[in-house]
């Protein structure tokens, strides 16, 4: 028999349904064809390589935008539109025997729900309910009863900060050739059996970092339980905190060809979570920003790092919210001017004020306006007047970036907004994020782990925005109850016992829990 054939398709994106930014097609960075190839994280299946060559494999589209606020209809069926088309093109001369379903499960589509789900049910409608379909996911996604059911195999990070994205990927792909290889003489492959068990938790990733407890040893207990005879994958979903929608919670799932290992292991996972649900706290001291930022004053650790949690571009935020600028600019120690702590602020959109300091150049005074162009709900626009420090063009999120002296503080503005979690990022525009000052402010929620290396001390400043960590704030109607924050008392403990999930060419039955 020759090689099986797989088409790569899949949409990742991270949408806060608080936030009023909207993600549209460009955002995506789609990647069609050939081009899905030479992705970072997919050159694993390159020609030449074990996994490259142990199949055919189509790229059809993908796309992953950074995090923001909902995808609107638009970009989704335009996307969308095109995955189905060209997977009807390449069923025309070819047979599919698999689909890795490349997501990461947070995508959130104006006036859509289960948006993953949704997708997949458009992809099956064109290659048939016989093609084995892999998902690989961030655990910060959601995993519904349905897209559970159109799936045959699924698994997502083991770690956050997440630094097993390749293995995860890798994974996902190992597993589909594995399944594929199993069949002979054109029988159909026997499809895993998938046990799924929902959990009444939905924290932020804040809250739930693998580099503690009891983060840490609930997910150790994976590859343990995946090591069990007759299972090929167990993963546990944190879930997406800033989603709205009767889908966001925790899930468990086991996959495997035995279905008493494979409910024991999804079981042994679900249990470990909910009897530690309690226990989880945020992953540094947290505060207000006024409390963060009397802390790094009266620190002796240099540099000291605070967190702009509420408006974390890299979970949902929409990155432009000015309020803790503002506040900074107001303290008594930052109005010394050259006199008070060095800091650094990353960063703030800012299209026009970009363009006003590009044009006077560097050493330039400069007066612009800049921030809440999109997100105006927590603060309005913030004027600035400063000394332009530096300048920098061709960047693949900002596009341009300026650094604004005020006085004491180092400003970064951007055209378009741009995450900073490396030290080359800081580098690139004349800053020191590690040595050259004493606090530096980043828009983010748990340090990344270069931001976390350089961090001498640190604190999480609990600030308003489209990802605030104070869930019960901002006002979730859709999400199931009772869940853990947001109910304390349950009346009767959760079912966590394994509900087997049907194949995606029977149907699914039994009540949507």
């Not at 560097?362 to 105006?376: F, K, L, M, P, T």
């Not at 400063?386 to 920098?392: K, L, P, Q, T």
């Not at 019960?472 to 109910?487: K, S, T, Y």
Request: hydrophobic share 40%.
């Amino acid at each position: 028999m020759g090689k099986p054939i797989i088409a790569i398709a899949g949409l990742g994106c991270e949408n806060s349904t608080f936030t009023p930014s909207r993600t549209k097609v460009p955002a995506f960075h789609p990647k069609r064809g050939d081009e899905i190839f030479d992705f970072k994280h997919n050159q694993f299946l390159k020609k030449g390589t074990k996994l490259g060559d142990a199949a055919e494999w189509i790229g059809t589209l993908t796309g992953h935008a950074m995090p923001g606020g909902r995808v609107t209809t638009e970009a989704f069926e335009e996307l969308a539109g095109e995955i189905v088309s060209r997977l009807a093109d390449i069923t025309k001369s070819s047979k599919l025997d698999g689909l890795w379903y490349d997501i990461h499960g947070a995508m959130f589509v104006d006036g859509l729900e289960d948006a993953e789900a949704e997708l997949l049910r458009r992809i099956r409608a064109v290659i048939g309910p016989d093609v084995v379909v892999s998902a690989s996911m961030d655990l910060h996604g959601n995993v519904s009863r349905e897209l559970a059911h159109q799936t045959d195999l699924i698994t997502c990070y083991r770690t956050a900060p997440h630094v097993d994205v390749l293995e995860t990927r890798q994974r996902a792909c190992r597993n589909l050739v594995n399944v594929l290889g199993q069949s002979s003489g054109g029988q159909k492959p026997t499809l895993p059996i998938k046990a799924w068990i929902p959990l009444p938790i939905l924290l932020p990733g804040e809250q739930t970092s693998t580099r503690d407890e009891p983060a840490s040893h609930i997910y150790a207990a994976v590859p343990e339980v995946e090591a069990m005879d007759g299972l090929i994958d167990s993963a546990i979903w944190v879930g997406y905190a800033w989603g709205d929608e009767r889908r966001n919670r925790a899930i468990v799932m086991a996959t495997g060809t035995n279905e008493a290992a494979v409910c024991q292991g999804a079981e042994k996972l679900a249990e470990l979570f909910w009897e530690s649900h309690a226990d989880f706290k945020f992953v540094a001291p947290t505060g207000t920003f006024d409390e963060c930022f009397d802390a790094a004053v009266a620190s002796k650790a240099r540099p000291y790092y605070i967190s702009d949690s509420g408006d974390n571009p890299t979970a949902g935020g929409s990155g432009d919210v000015t309020w803790i600028l503002s506040q900074i600019l107001n303290r008594e120690e930052v109005r010394k001017g050259l006199d008070g702590p060095r800091i650094i602020y990353a960063s703030i959109p800012g299209p026009e004020a970009v363009q006003i300091a590009t044009e006077a150049g560097v050493g330039a005074q400069v007066s612009v306006i800049a921030g809440a162009e999109v997100d105006n709900l927590h603060s309005g626009p913030i004027k600035l007047t400063g000394r332009v420090h530096a300048i920098r063009h061709g960047d693949i999120h900002a596009v341009t970036e300026v650094v604004l002296q005020v006085g004491n503080v180092f400003v970064i503005l951007t055209k378009l907004r741009k995450p900073y979690h490396l030290e080359r990022d800081f580098k690139q525009l004349n800053l020191d994020a590690r040595n050259g000052a004493d606090i530096v402010v980043v828009k983010i929620g748990y340090l990344e782990p270069e931001l976390f290396d350089m961090a001498n001390d640190w604190m999480l400043a609990l600030t308003p925005g489209g990802v605030d960590q104070d869930l019960e704030r901002l006002g979730h109607h859709l999400i199931r109850r009772p869940i853990w924050p947001f109910d304390k008392h349950f009346e009767t403990p959760p079912n966590l016992k394994a509900r087997i999930i049907a194949p995606s060419h029977e149907p699914l039955t039994g009540p949507d829990e």
